[in-house]
Structure formats: structure tokens, C-alpha cells
């Protein structure tokens, strides 16, 4: 019952954001603030029917439901393994060379269908893997997919600083920061 509630709870979140990011304050002659979770949900669900945004919602809808489960992960110790060490080359972009190691997380899939892309920050030689604390996620704001920020336990970062980090890659991006 209680992931029930849940789930209810997180589909009611998704459609209130839904409906704000198409600026829709109000559905017919009811603002959407005093709606409660099961109305918001047919809301959402009748203004995408009425204006063809089945599919739009649909791919908002995955994005959101991966930055929750991503949220879950923060804080805890992950095994990355690394597939473009520090000093590399992109594999399509010769010209992009990695100042981090980066790799993957394959116990989670990423909405791209492959596994959960990670940078690797405060480890200053290349390595093949590593076991880390999951302290951000990149939130993509124009792309299916985010980023995960990995990060030794005794090291701490800020939002400035993986902005930095990672601008080399995230500089083409609409991007947050979230920890």
C-alpha cells in the first residue's frame, strides 16, 4: 500500500511540473494549486490529449522518473568502471580530452539504454575503476540523460566546483546541480 501511495504521490509531482513547464496555472476554471493529486494526474493527462503532447509528456515522464531514482542514489558508495580515463580522447570528438576519469555504473541503465554514466572527481591519475560516494547528479534539462558525480568519501565539492569540472562535456547543456 505505502509504494502505492507513492507512486500516486510521484505521478501527482510529475504532472504538477508537467503543467508548469507549459505554464498551465489553471485547467478550465480550476487553478491547478487546489487540485489534489488524482485530479492534477487527469489533468495533466487530459491538457496532453487536448494539445498533442502524449508523446512529449511521455519522455518528460521518463527524465523525471530517472532523476528520482538517481536522487536515490546520492550518498551512497558505488563501483564505477572507467571507460575514458583521464587524459583521454573522446571516442567521436578527437579533439575533447577528458580531465576526469569517467565511466559507467552498469546496476542502473540510463534513459539512453545503456549504463548510468558517471565522472569521477578527486582522482588525479587515470584509473580503470573506483569505488566512490555518489555526491551529485547532472540534471540535464535539454537532454535525455543525466550525469552522476562520484567522488572519494574524505573529498568534498560544490556545485561550483563539478560545474568546472565537467564543463568540458556539460558547457553544451542545460544543466543543475543537484546534491
Not at 583521464?86 to 571516442?91: K, M, R, T
Request: aromatic share 12%.
Amino acid at each position: 500500500m505505502d509504494d502505492l501511495i507513492k507512486y500516486n504521490e510521484l505521478q501527482a509531482h510529475i504532472s504538477r511540473e508537467y503543467l508548469k513547464k507549459h505554464n498551465v496555472y489553471r485547467y478550465r476554471t480550476v487553478k491547478t494549486d487546489d487540485m489534489d493529486d488524482s485530479k492534477i494526474i487527469n489533468v495533466c493527462h487530459w491538457y496532453c490529449e487536448e494539445n498533442n503532447l502524449v508523446q512529449d509528456f511521455t519522455a518528460f515522464l521518463e527524465r523525471e522518473i530517472n532523476l528520482q531514482n538517481a536522487k536515490e542514489y546520492l550518498g551512497k558508495t558505488i563501483n564505477v568502471i572507467i571507460d575514458r580515463p583521464l587524459g583521454s580522447h573522446h571516442p567521436k570528438h578527437n579533439e575533447v580530452v577528458y580531465p576526469v576519469n569517467y565511466g559507467f555504473f552498469e546496476d542502473v541503465i540510463a534513459p539512453d539504454g545503456e549504463p548510468q554514466d558517471v565522472y569521477v572527481l578527486g582522482v588525479y591519475e587515470p584509473v580503470s575503476c573506483f569505488e566512490g560516494r555518489v555526491i551529485a547528479v547532472i540534471h540535464r534539462l535539454d537532454d535525455v540523460e543525466d550525469k552522476w558525480v562520484v567522488a572519494p568519501d574524505e573529498l568534498r565539492f560544490t556545485k561550483e566546483d563539478i560545474i568546472e569540472a565537467t564543463r568540458f562535456q556539460e558547457q553544451f547543456f542545460n544543466i543543475e546541480i543537484i546534491m
